[in-house]
């Protein structure tokens, strides 16, 4: 019963939060909408007892990532004439048509997984309680999963030098 | 109904404790400035000015609220509570004492014990940083705008190495829960194991709560006071209460970390507590009165050239004496 009125109230803060995104006109209060939503997943997350993946969420998303963002917003103050320019023909139909094209993906891969058959994987919840959320992610990370988060480690490392090179270039 | 009232009881105990605490610590930081500087310092309100700090905040409470004409005024009013409600949140997770039985019951002394402690702590730290910076946008002013952008910059880059000088005790104890590290020291406190992680730590720390010598986001001489600089009143006062409490909560985390947190003889646990933080505290002030402040640029250099591959390599070392030392 609680956890469910729990699951309703963040799942309200997380879908308000990415209409108003989209919704607010000053880019600030997107912003700041977007935030929301970041702590109302991990709000989600937490229910379903994955502190770890919760933390993580507010750690990067909610905090340093979303920072990034406000620097940029901050910095370069939009005011309104000058957002009317920077808006191309057509936006809004281009804008619809990606949207469209992004959640029939995401519908098909929703719809082809065992989520919704209701069938339990390989970590339910009690097992997960049992070994520890953050030292199941850790050891499947470093054994199962190692190529990806190689393939991610590299990847990153790439995105350093790319901005490192941009960087220095335009200091000499 | 009785567990109830036990964590009721625990809130109440744990963030009135924080806040009485905070607001004590303006008048030790005063009277222990006053020491260093050989001046008295407040001593008319009460017993040595012992009510000095209820005296300042009924003057705050009564003082007009002066709004800038062009502020935002929703982000302008929310900012203060943005960074006090993460700074009073992340004291939940730290073990104020050992384990008291209360009506029959056992009682942990700590607010909410989460297996993921420590990053929980980072992770209410991070959100405390978009009071810092909303305010200091919201005010519409140029001071505050450059005071809000060095701060979060020097946050987020001291964060990284404050972490990082944690990871060697997490390694060690093999947990993330503030309480199973305290249950971990119970032969000796981690300082022993960890003296470079120790001295990052408290490096970082003084950092990430803009104290001398890094307050840079307040330099007086160049800033006029930094980010806040636009507030009055209360809404000052609630910034001013959420600096003493992040304070008070890393000097926490700082004492559970690395000297062993509650444990000590003969005294009682929270007491022993108490005196680790405050000697954490002491030195927080020490520093205050007889450090210059750095440069900007020497600052984040400091950190991202000295502090992050100091904390790497402790953890490397760290990492490779648990695999072959056991």
């Not at chain 1, 891969?109 to 953050?134: C, Q």
């Not at chain 2, 032969?187 to 010598?213: D, H, K, S, W």
Request: charged share 10%.
């Amino acid at each position: 019963m609680a956890s469910s009125l729990f699951f309703y109230f963040l799942a309200v803060v997380t879908t308000v939060g990415a209409i108003a995104v989209v919704a607010f006109p000053s880019p600030l209060y997107s912003v700041l909408a977007l935030i929301l939503t970041f702590l109302g997943l991990a709000g989600l997350y937490l229910s379903l007892h994955a502190q770890f993946v919760a933390i993580v969420q507010v750690i990067i998303y909610a905090s340093a990532i979303m920072m990034l963002f406000l620097f940029v917003v901050m910095l370069i103050n939009l005011g309104r004439e000058e957002q009317k320019e920077l808006r191309l023909p057509g936006q809004k139909m281009l804008g619809a048509i990606a949207g469209l094209a992004l959640f029939s993906v995401l519908l098909k891969i929703f719809l082809s997984t065992s989520l919704m058959t209701g069938k339990k994987g390989s970590f339910p919840p009690e097992r997960v309680s049992e070994l520890g959320n953050t030292q199941i992610i850790g050891n499947l990370l470093l054994t199962d999963y190692v190529l990806p988060f190689q393939a991610m480690g590299v990847l990153l490392f790439v995105g350093i030098v790319g901005a490192v090179v941009l960087a220095s270039r335009r200091s000499r | 109904m009785i567990w109830l009232l036990i964590i009721l009881g625990k809130v109440l105990v744990g963030f009135g404790g924080l806040l009485l605490l905070a607001a004590y610590m303006t008048w030790m930081e005063r009277r222990v400035f006053a020491l260093i500087q050989v001046r008295v310092g407040p001593n008319r309100v009460g017993p040595s000015g012992l009510l000095q700090p209820i005296a300042d905040g009924i003057k705050l409470m009564f003082k007009e609220t002066i709004i800038p004409a062009q502020a935002d005024k929703v982000i302008y009013v929310l900012a203060p509570a943005v960074t006090l409600i993460p700074a009073l949140a992340a004291f939940a997770v730290v073990p104020f004492g050992d384990s008291v039985t209360v009506f029959g019951q056992k009682v942990d002394l700590v607010v909410a014990d989460v297996n993921v402690g420590i990053l929980y702590i980072f992770a209410m730290a991070g959100i405390g940083v978009y009071g810092i910076v909303l305010g200091s946008w919201a005010s519409n002013s140029k001071y505050p705008l450059i005071g809000g952008l060095r701060s979060a910059a020097q946050l987020i880059s001291y964060e990284l190495s404050l972490g990082m000088s944690l990871l060697g005790v997490v390694m060690i104890s093999g947990t993330l829960s503030l309480k199973g590290i305290v249950e971990a020291q119970a032969g000796m406190p981690y300082i022993v194991l960890q003296p470079l992680g120790f001295l990052l730590f408290v490096i970082c720390m003084l950092a990430e709560t803009n104290r001398a010598p890094f307050d840079l986001p307040e330099a007086e001489s160049e800033l006029t006071g930094g980010f806040h600089t636009e507030y009055s009143s209360m809404h000052f006062a609630v910034y001013s209460i959420a600096e003493y409490c992040s304070m008070i909560t890393l000097s926490a985390v700082g004492a559970t970390f690395f000297l062993g947190g509650w444990r000590g003889p003969l005294l009682p646990p929270v007491l022993w507590f108490l005196i680790k933080v405050l000697a954490f505290m002491f030195f927080f002030m020490w520093l205050r009165a007889s450090t210059p402040r750095l440069r900007y640029d020497q600052l984040m250099g400091f950190g991202w050239k000295v502090l992050l591959p100091l904390s790497i390599l402790n953890v490397m070392l760290t990492a490779a004496a648990v695999v072959f030392l056991g």
